[in-house]
């Protein structure tokens, strides 16, 4: 059975620092690409970062670039969200996904995570 | 960017009913997209991908149409499992970017 497990979230000051986890089994963790999905309360979902199945490729919405950076360390089956100069728009619950398909290119994704919340605020 | 357009934002239905959500895209996206439900509380759930293919374990009332810029999610007859919010995402090119989500509420 495919699990995805977030942890890392909480509260967190305007300008400071965070950094998620989602650990992963019942798949081959290394055939597939992950990714970060947010949804603010009360909104839409929103793509934060992929990350492809070796690491050779990385992208990420305008809005967190040069923020946050995405890593992977397959020995561990285990994603990671490194968050930095959060800003309260920021605020939201966090999911990781699993591509549905092996390989690069197909980016939806079919296993999620049951999320983590960020909450930015003084 | 690719802009992801759904309509209507909600929509009043009841059990029995025949449902059309549509997602219009800013530029043709092929068919690179994918359909999830979202309860509330809960991760988006799988439905559609590659506009028309379902997942497997969705029930056969959902289908999904479409290519280039417009595409439907349809569920064929309204369950009470079936109230939820539904999300659109296209997978042409980066950022990957969802709809604003359609509600579907009870009548």
């Known amino acids: 059975e495919v699990q995805l497990l977030e942890s890392g979230g909480g509260l967190v000051q305007p300008g400071g620092s965070l950094r998620l986890s989602c650990a992963a089994s019942g798949f081959t963790f290394d055939n597939y690409a992950m990714t970060w999905v947010r949804q603010p309360p009360g909104k839409g979902l929103e793509w934060v970062s992929l990350i492809s199945a070796h690491s050779l490729r990385s992208d990420y919405a305008d809005s967190v670039k040069g923020r946050f950076v995405i890593s992977r360390d397959n020995s561990k089956n285990t994603v990671f969200l490194q968050m930095n100069s959060l800003r309260a728009e920021d605020t939201a619950m966090y999911y990781c996904a699993k591509d549905k398909q092996r390989g690069a290119g197909e980016d939806h994704f079919d296993y999620w995570g049951q999320g983590t919340l960020v909450a930015v605020s003084s | ?107």
Do not use: H
């Open chain 2, 1 to 107: 960017d690719i802009q992801m357009t759904q309509s209507p934002s909600t929509l009043s239905a009841s059990v029995g009913d025949r449902v059309t959500i549509t997602c219009r895209a800013s530029q043709s996206i092929f068919t690179w997209l994918a359909w999830y439900q979202q309860k509330p509380g809960k991760a988006p759930n799988l439905l559609v991908y590659k506009a028309s293919s379902l997942e497997s374990g969705v029930p056969s009332r959902f289908s999904g149409s479409g290519s280039g810029t417009e595409f439907t999610l349809t569920i064929g007859s309204l369950q009470p499992d079936d109230f939820a919010t539904y999300y659109c995402q296209q997978y042409d090119s980066y950022p990957l970017t969802f709809g604003g989500g359609t509600k579907v509420e009870i009548k």
